[in-house]
C-alpha cells in the first residue's frame, strides 16, 4: 500500500511540478532560492572552470621550463662523461709509458750491477796484487752435484792466497740473505775440491739487516764501505 502511495505522489511531482512553477512565480523563487542554496551557479562553475584553466597554464609552464633545466643537466652530464673518458685514456696511456719506462730503468740498473761488479772486481784485483802482493784468480769449476744452486752448473768466484791462506771474494752490488747462503755453499765446494778451508770475504755496499746477522753466523767478513 505504502509502495503504490509513493508511486502516485511521483507521478503528481512530475506532472503537476512544472506547472505549478511555471503559474506560481512567488513558488518558483522559492524553489530557486533552496536549489541555490545546495548547487553552484553558473557564474561559480564557470569561475572554477578559469581556475583549472590558470592552474593548468602555470603547471604546463612550469614543466617545459624543468624541462629544460633537465635538458641543461643532460647535456652538462654528457659532456662530464666524455671529458672523464678523455682523461682516462690519458692517464691509461701515461701509465703503458711509465711501465715500459719502469721496465728499461730496471734493465740500466741491472746492466749498471752487473758493469759496477765487474770495474770493482778489477780495481781490487790490482789493489791486491800492487799493493799487497796477493795473487788474485779467478776459481772456476763445474758443481756436478749441484751443491751450489742445487743443481749441476758452472760456478766462479775470486780467490786470493798468501801465506798458505785462501781467501773467497765475492762481491756483490747488493746483497741479500740469499746471497750469503750461496757464498757459504760455494765456500764449502772449494773446501771439497780443495782440501783447503777458505776465509770468506763478502764486499757489497748493499745489505740488509737480516743478510748481515747471517753472514756472521757463517764467519763470512762483510765490508760494506772502502
Known amino acids: 500500500m505504502g ?51 590558470a592552474l593548468r597554464k602555470d603547471f604546463n609552464a612550469r614543466f617545459e621550463e624543468h624541462s629544460k633545466v633537465l635538458e641543461g643537466h643532460s647535456v652538462a652530464i654528457k659532456e662530464l662523461t666524455q671529458r672523464i673518458e678523455e682523461h682516462s685514456k690519458v692517464l691509461e696511456g701515461h701509465s703503458h709509458r711509465i711501465d715500459k719506462m719502469d721496465v728499461t730503468l730496471s734493465a740500466i740498473g741491472a746492466r749498471w750491477g752487473i758493469m759496477a761488479e765487474s770495474a770493482f772486481r778489477e780495481g781490487l784485483r790490482g789493489i791486491f796484487e800492487e799493493r799487497f802482493g796477493v795473487k788474485v784468480s ?30 773467497l771474494v765475492e762481491i756483490k752490488s747488493s746483497t741479500s740473505r740469499g746471497d750469503v747462503s750461496t757464498f757459504k755453499r760455494l765456500g764449502e765446494l772449494y773446501y771439497k775440491e780443495k782440501e783447503m778451508k777458505p776465509k770468506l770475504i763478502l764486499v757489497t755496499p748493499f745489505i ?19
Open 208 to 226: 740488509d739487516d737480516k743478510a748481515k746477522r747471517l753472514a756472521d753466523k757463517f764467519n763470512i767478513a762483510v765490508y760494506t764501505s772502502l
Open 3 to 53: 509502495a503504490d502511495i509513493e508511486s502516485e505522489l511521483e507521478l503528481l511531482i512530475k506532472k503537476e511540478l512544472p506547472r505549478v512553477l511555471k503559474e506560481d512565480p512567488k513558488f518558483r523563487f522559492e524553489i530557486i532560492g533552496i536549489l541555490s542554496e545546495t548547487f553552484c551557479t553558473k557564474e561559480e562553475i564557470m569561475s572554477i572552470l578559469e581556475e583549472i584553466k
Open 138 to 167: 779467478e776459481w772456476v769449476t763445474e758443481d756436478t752435484e749441484g751443491l751450489v744452486f742445487g743443481h749441476r752448473s758452472i760456478v766462479q768466484v775470486d780467490v786470493a792466497v798468501k801465506n798458505g791462506e785462501h781467501w
